[in-house]
């Protein structure tokens, strides 16, 4: 009897550690606390940027998260860098064809030329 359930016992742990796994899909690096940071303090934009930027460069490779490349073309556009931007929405369109509408779209505000004020004149 004591055989039994010791058999029975090593058999679950068996079939459940079959089940455990250590290999995630994509890496995203410190992107998971930078995010946090930046939620709880938006003055650290930069380290976000970082992060992303990390996370893109350190894919070697392998598939970029989903929306990092999205966020990242973000930041750039909040920064100016219009043209980073526009590069950043085309990899995530490439990449992820499903957000292809949604980088269209970011696509063309980014590339709008920027408005200056009506009626002041000098």
């Known amino acids: 009897m004591n055989v ?13 550690s079959g089940c455990a796994t250590t290999n ?4 995203w690096g410190k992107y998971d606390a930078s995010l946090y940071t930046y939620y709880k303090d938006p003055t650290k934009v930069g380290e976000l940027s970082t992060s992303l930027a990390a996370v ?9 998260p989903p929306g990092i490349y999205a966020e990242y073309g973000y ?3 909040q920064k100016g860098n219009n043209q980073g931007a526009v590069a950043s929405f ?5 990449h992820w064809p499903e957000s292809k509408v949604f980088m269209d779209q970011m696509i063309k505000v980014a590339s709008a030329p920027a408005h200056s004020p009506q009626g002041s004149s000098k």
């Open 4 to 16: 039994r359930i010791w058999s029975i016992g090593v058999a679950l742990v068996i079939m459940l």
């Open 24 to 27: 995630q899909k994509y890496d």
């Open 56 to 64: 893109i460069n350190n894919s070697k490779g392998a598939t970029v």
């Open 75 to 77: 930041l750039q556009m």
């Open 90 to 94: 085309k990899q995530e369109a490439a």
